[in-house]
């Protein structure tokens, strides 16, 4: 099955600095690759996703990168903001194939003032 | 719409208890699925289904059982509770031809 890495666990930026957040993904035939925000105590949010036909996706400050060929993907965050602290879950699938959604483990960023 | 709606939000249990989580979609969705998160570990897929009367089993199906009777629910049935299985759930759903899931607000559950 699907298996999902990410990394790295844990990241502190100051405010208007960029975040980046990598994962790398096992199932060749994954075609479907999701981040999710989620703020404590509250349910995972959909911020941006990728599908494998496509190698960039952008929106306002935030854009997804796909490398097929190396089985990564990367999120990143420019003009990070105080509340962009939460933790980011990548996730991937096979999305026509009716599979669910495998998370890697998460990220918790944290934007300082 | 309701969206995806989980009941109960907190629950205790001692070990050895049943139990049923609820989940249900007002939006037709086809695709639903559970996940159990735990500090550190993510969110693991526990069992999914992809249409009414069909279910598959996740990463961690153990100690759980699912069925999809209708379209609108997919209950998670704990049928001996065990302190390992302290932890918050969440159920998600998705209509076929889409790709982006929904999450319901989640279940904390605590089992002494």
């Known amino acids: 099955g699907e298996n999902v890495e990410q990394h790295p666990s844990t990241l502190s930026v100051q405010e208007g600095d960029s975040a980046v957040i990598k994962c790398t993904y096992s199932d060749s035939a994954s075609n479907y690759f999701p981040w999710y925000k989620q703020e404590l105590g509250k349910r995972p949010q959909l911020i941006i996703d990728i599908r494998s036909n496509v190698g960039e996706k952008k929106d306002q400050r935030i854009a997804v990168t796909l490398n097929k060929t190396a089985k990564h993907f990367s999120l990143h965050i420019t003009e990070t903001q105080p509340e962009d602290s939460a933790v980011y879950f990548c996730a991937a699938s096979r999305a026509q194939a009716g599979t669910a959604l495998i998370f890697g483990k998460g990220t918790t960023l944290s934007v300082s003032s | 719409n309701a969206g995806v709606t989980q009941t109960p939000k907190f629950q205790v249990l001692k070990t050895g208890q049943s139990m049923t989580l609820q989940c249900a979609q007002d939006?037709?969705?086809?695709?639903m699925s559970w996940y159990r998160q735990d500090p550190g570990m993510g969110l693991r897929l526990i069992h999914y289904s992809v249409g009414a009367g069909i279910t598959d089993q996740g990463e961690v199906p153990n100690g759980y059982n699912v069925s999809r009777s209708t379209t609108e629910d997919f209950p998670l049935r704990l049928l001996s509770a065990a302190p390992s299985q302290t932890s918050v759930y969440f159920c998600?759903?998705?209509?076929?031809?889409?790709?982006?899931?929904?999450f319901g607000s989640g279940t904390r559950l605590t089992v002494v």
């Open positions: 998600a759903s998705k209509l076929g031809g889409t790709y982006g899931y929904t």
């Open positions: 939006m037709n969705h086809e695709y």
